[in-house]
Structure formats: C-alpha cells, structure tokens
C-alpha cells in the first residue's frame, strides 16, 4: 500500500530531474505531504508524452467509467494497483499495457503497527534524492466535454525491510530505478520485462526512520519539514 508520500519538490528541481518541462507550472504546490484520500493533483512522466510534466489527480478512473457517480466510487478504490493482478483487474489492465507513468517523491510514509499503536515511518531511497514511483493513468471524460487525468500508484510485495515497517499488509510501491524508468514507459512492454520491473527493490538500497505524530494530526499544517525529520519514540519497535 502507499497512500502518503512527500512531493517537496520544486519546478526546477523536476525538470532537472527528468528532462521534461512542468505544464500548467501555476497550479503545481509542492509539498512534504500529500495523501491520496485528499485527491491531490501531483506531477507524472506519461509514456505517451515522456517531455513533460504533467499534473493528474491520484485515484485512476478508467475511460469506460459510466457517469460521475461510478467514476467517484471507483476513483476512492484505485490509488493503488496491485503488481500481482494489475493485468487482469478491469480498471487496470488496459492502462497497464498502454499508459503507464511515472511518479516522482522524494519519498513516502508507512505506518509499523507495535501493539496499540501505529508508528509512523519515512522511507526514501539512499542514492537518489528525488526518485520515481510506478504508476499508471487514464483519461475519463465526463459530460461537458472536460476530460479528468487520473493515476495509480504500483505496489508490490514488501522487501525484509519493509516487511517489518509495514508489518500489518506487508505491502510497499514499485520504486522504478533511474535505469530502469524508460523501460517502464516504452510502449511496448513485455509482460515478463513489467513484471520484472514490479519486483521490491532491496532493502539495502532504503533508509528509513520514525517521524513526529505530526503526520497524523489533522488539524495541522503538514507541508513542514519537521514531517520527515528523525523522531524517536518511547516504544522500541523492531528497527528503533
């Protein structure tokens, strides 16, 4: 599962990073905090238009959805697209093998369950500051002619690491390595090369640390740097 991730990152920073330029720059808000409930817009490399950035709302809705009504209930079901059925489940599947994306983070937030209580934890990669989530997307256009670009965030089982901070679902998102980013976006992609690209990276490839209860506190502002600072708490969990 992923549902909370830090987009702190700023315009330049992005098209630096992935040789694309930002459309609609305006309404980008970068931010420590973004959670897919909130249905943020977020910034994604698509595979039809991999120059540009552009901004799609998180939660897929497939091109065959029927109304509003069935786009919405859909919508709150599909931030994430699980590896083990992405191709088979009708949502996902033709998005799978035609619109595939990328979702750039610095990094993302899970919770260890210890007893009674959730400790939250940020994971990010160690050799790259700003890396990218798998995804896919799709186009539904509802009446009145606009038209709503929404993704899906890839997941995949969870790494040893991973394992013990997610220890509830034991689930983690695709990271795509800088390598292996154009492969997941080719047109073109054999089923055995995707699957190969949804396997967990390596433990030893992420660093991760508990954060302040901040991140749970909705009454607050989380776009702080706080968020994803070092916090230590009284329960010793298994990787304190």
């Avoid at 996902?92 to 400790?119: D, M, N, T, Y």
């Avoid at 539904?140 to 709503?148: A, D, E, P, Q, S």
């Avoid at 502002?221 to 070092?230: A, F, I, K, S």
Wanted: glycine share 4%; net charge neutral.
């Amino acid at each position: 599962m992923c549902f909370t991730v830090n987009v702190n990152i700023v315009r330049e920073e992005l098209e630096d990073r992935y040789g694309a330029d930002l459309i609609d720059r305006d309404k980008y808000r970068p931010s420590y905090y973004y959670h897919a409930y909130s249905l943020p817009l977020m910034p994604v490399v698509c595979s039809d238009n991999p120059a540009s950035l552009r901004l799609f709302r998180w939660g897929l809705i497939p091109s065959w959805a029927a109304d509003e009504s069935e786009a919405s209930e859909i919508m709150m079901k599909t931030f994430n697209a699980r590896s083990e059925t992405i191709d088979t489940k009708p949502a996902f599947r033709e998005s799978f093998a035609l619109r595939r994306c990328l979702v750039p983070v610095r990094g993302f937030f899970e919770w260890q369950h210890i007893g009674g209580r959730k400790i939250p934890w940020y994971i990010s990669l160690r050799d790259e500051d700003i890396f990218s989530l798998a995804g896919i997307w799709d186009s539904w256009t509802m009446k009145g002619g606009i038209t709503l670009n929404t993704f899906s965030v890839v997941t995949t089982k969870a790494n040893e690491l991973m394992a013990e901070i997610h220890n509830t679902k034991k689930r983690m998102p695709v990271i795509l390595l800088a390598s292996a980013e154009k492969i997941w976006l080719k047109g073109e992609l054999e089923k055995s090369a995707a699957a190969a690209l949804m396997e967990p990276v390596a433990s030893e490839m992420l660093k991760a640390h508990t954060v302040s209860p901040l991140i749970t506190n909705v009454r607050a502002d989380r776009n702080r740097p706080e968020l994803v600072m070092p916090y230590n708490y009284p329960v010793q969990g298994l990787l304190f």
